[in-house]
């Protein structure tokens, strides 16, 4: 069976933010999949999906500031300015942590090691609504 949604995420504003909930909140035919495959891919070039520790806030700060040195807001060498000093860098940080992630589906649940949930990385002061596409694939009940 295949199944795809649009999601829509509510704004939020620069950092990393635990969606996993939100994105089974969407998706309740998860739990007719007795084995599959769940991909999550943002249509943005500014923002970013990965997986990391959901238990210590921490983890999401420490990325946020890892990135923000990485790839700091308005230097000079930059030429892609137009919508801000925050746009290009987060084309940088979207590359660097990637468009999607892939998760594999066991008896109607998403199978998440133990600490691990699903991270938007908003790499803009500003990104407004992100839309997530989720397609899932696999045999049923």
């Given amino acids: ?10 704004p939020r504003p ?4 635990l969606i996993t909930e ?5 998706l309740p035919e998860l739990r007719k999949f007795r084995i599959g495959i769940a991909h999550f891919f943002v249509q943005h070039t500014s923002a970013s999906l990965v997986i990391n520790e959901n238990a ?6 420490d ?14 060498h930059y030429t892609h300015t137009l919508e801000g000093a925050d746009d ?13 992630v892939t998760v594999p589906v066991g008896d109607g649940r998403l199978l998440l090691g133990t600490w691990q949930g699903i991270y ?11 839309s997530v ?6 045999e049923t009940f």
């Fill in 1 to 10: 069976m295949w199944l795809q949604k649009r999601i829509t995420l509510k």
């Fill in 14 to 17: 620069r950092g990393f933010h």
């Fill in 22 to 26: 939100e994105l089974l909140g969407f």
């Fill in 56 to 61: 210590d806030p921490s983890v999401r700060r």
């Fill in 63 to 76: 990325l946020e500031t890892h990135l923000r040195t990485l790839a700091p807001d308005g230097l000079a």
């Fill in 88 to 100: 290009m860098p987060a084309h940088i940080k979207s590359c660097l942590m990637g468009s999607s």
């Fill in 120 to 130: 938007l990385g908003e790499h803009r002061d500003r990104g407004g609504s992100r």
């Fill in 133 to 138: 596409i989720a397609t899932l694939n696999g």
